[in-house]
């Protein structure tokens, strides 16, 4: 099976702009999981879709935004953007059958960076 | 409080020794699973190894097995013969409940492992 994969890669946005970023998960798993990591900060959770539907959300403001598509596929969306908005930011897909291991893939990210 | 605590801020092993690396957790939830991951410099998160909190025996995966101290709320993470790729970040993490409705990991800070030749 094809791994977790993010688009782009790479970006540089300045102040204010907006972003959106995608992530397609791997086959089969319905459940996205978006996280942000800092040199500061670390990884920190932002939100999960399961089934087109937020269903958790991180303490982050709501410059930051996101959805899924019938397909799982999940877009993240931040406007305005901020020095600090620079990070790496991670997905993650997982099946959560309900079973306690429900283990999250991640994808290779996506570097921000805003100057 | 942290929820995952990872204080070893570096650690150096030699090639083909065995290194653990440390993680002790918080939480009042009677379920919970405890997560290893692998960091590269390339950035993405590899998955090692689960163990829940039911969980009567340690996890094993190849050359990673987690060593599960349920009362002193720790997961060690010990990785056996290191290879000079096992250089990267190690990060333990936690998911509350039983999963299912609640996806979202806490992350600790993450260990440096560096393996010298």
């Known amino acids: 099976k094809a791994g977790v994969t993010q688009t782009p890669r790479y970006l540089i946005k300045t102040r204010g702009q907006q972003v959106t970023l995608s992530c397609s998960p791997i086959?089969?798993?319905?459940?996205v999981s978006w996280y942000q990591q800092t040199p500061g900060q670390g990884l920190q959770f932002l939100f999960e879709?399961?089934?087109?539907?937020?269903?958790n959300k991180g303490n982050f403001p709501g410059r930051f935004s996101g959805r899924q598509f019938s397909n799982s596929r999940s877009e993240m969306n931040v406007s305005t953007l901020e020095l600090g908005d620079s990070a790496l930011y991670l997905c993650?897909?997982?099946?959560?059958?309900?079973?306690?291991?429900?283990?999250?893939?991640f994808g290779p990210g996506t570097r921000l960076t805003v100057l | 409080a942290q929820k995952i605590t990872q204080t070893q801020p570096g650690m150096f092993v030699q090639e083909k020794e065995a290194v653990t690396l440390d993680c002790t957790y918080d939480?009042?939830?009677?379920?919970?699973?405890l997560f290893w991951y692998k960091q590269p410099s390339s950035g993405e998160m590899i998955f090692l190894i689960y163990?829940?909190?039911?969980?009567?025996q340690n996890a094993t995966e190849g050359r990673y097995s987690l060593n599960f101290q349920k009362a002193r709320k720790s997961a060690n993470l010990v990785i056996s013969a290191s290879q000079l790729g096992d250089s990267a970040m190690y990060f333990c993490?936690?998911?509350?409940?039983?999963?299912?409705?609640?996806?979202?990991?806490?992350f600790g800070k993450g260990i440096t492992l560096s393996v010298r030749p």
């Open positions: 993650a897909s997982s099946d959560p059958t309900g079973g306690p291991r429900d283990t999250q893939y």
């Open positions: 163990q829940g909190s039911y969980d009567q």
């Open positions: 939480t009042s939830d009677p379920s919970y699973g």
């Open positions: 993490a936690m998911r509350e409940g039983r999963g299912g409705a609640n996806s979202k990991l806490t």
């Open positions: 879709y399961f089934s087109e539907t937020q269903r």
């Open positions: 086959s089969g798993h319905r459940s």
